[in-house]
């Protein structure tokens, strides 16, 4: 196998064929997302500004009941759905490279009329690690819902706790487990062509793999949206632009850039958490 094949991928079934042709431009995939979260956001500030918190909007509804902790398992189900969309939004650009990577070396053996596994086989094992993310940021979202630490919007309703999920992703931004994890969903083409597979399940657990690569390299970035809100969909396009970016295979000097960034940020929500509650000296 070569890591230079067609860009026809001409020797895949049609179906696998138009999936590795739909991420053979994952920068415009990125750019296709971020303006379709864009648009969601500037439709949410419209929205805000019409008057959304009206009890009888729609809008304002859904949120109570997807941020109301007694509402069972409809309200369970409403913010597992929002985190599985939300993560579909911001982790499908980033998989691209990899995915794209994939179909290329699956073209090739096919061409060598050597066994070969569909794309979507892989990408569903992708996905079924960042579903069990969503998962988990459910019952996390609805944990801290009850302890207080994030409000009927789904914001933090706590400056100290969004400071310290921001500095701990910044810190995080310089681990050796980042790094590693962010070398490997860089560069997909060394790990496929060491554990190439020919069965369905051998390529699920490829793709349940290269799962756990992103999940190492982007998990502390979503945790993010617990801080800022997790309906922000301004927020989430920002940081689905910063985890493709890191991807693509920009240098350590742009993940280490982030982390400063993550970390001064951090230090303002603390700072003015503590402003807004320091003893003021009568005259």
């Given at each position: 196998?070569t ?15 138009r ?35 009206d009890?009888?909007?729609a ?9 109301d ?12 759905l ?8 911001m ?8 995915i ?147 991807k693509?295979?920009t ?13 001064a ?15 003021v000296?009568?005259?």
């Open positions: 196998m890591e230079t094949t067609d860009d026809s991928l001409s020797h895949l079934p049609r179906a696998a064929a999936l590795g042709a739909a991420f053979a431009r994952p920068k415009t995939i990125a750019v296709l997302c971020v303006v379709a979260l864009t648009v969601l956001g500037w439709a949410y500030l419209a929205l805000l500004t019409a008057g959304s918190y009890p009888l909007s809008f304002d509804a859904l949120c109570r009941a997807m941020a902790t007694s509402s069972g398992l409809t309200g369970a189900a409403l913010v597992a929002m985190w599985g969309a939300m993560t579909l939004a982790m499908l650009p980033s998989a691209a490279p990899m794209l990577t994939y179909a290329e070396i699956a073209d090739t053996a096919a061409r060598k009329g050597e066994r070969i596994v569909s794309p979507f086989v892989l990408a569903a094992g992708y996905l079924a690690v960042w579903f069990s993310l969503a998962a988990g940021a459910t019952a996390a979202q609805l944990g801290l819902t009850r302890l207080a630490l994030l409000d009927t919007g789904m914001a933090s309703a706590s400056g100290l706790f969004s400071g310290a999920i921001f500095i701990a992703a910044g810190f995080y931004q310089f681990s050796a487990l980042k790094l590693a994890c962010l070398n490997q969903c860089q560069r997909p083409f060394p790990f496929f062509f060491a554990n190439w597979a020919t069965t369905p399940g051998g390529v699920f657990k490829l793709g349940i793999r290269q799962g756990i690569f992103c999940l190492g390299c982007c998990w502390a970035m979503m945790l993010v949206m617990f801080a800022v809100g997790v309906m922000n969909v301004l927020w989430m396009a920002g940081l689905g632009v910063v985890m493709t970016i890191e693509i295979g240098g350590r000097k742009f993940t280490y850039a982030v982390g400063v960034m993550l970390i940020v951090g230090v303002v929500f603390i700072a003015t958490a503590f402003a807004a509650h320091w003893p000296r009568a005259a």
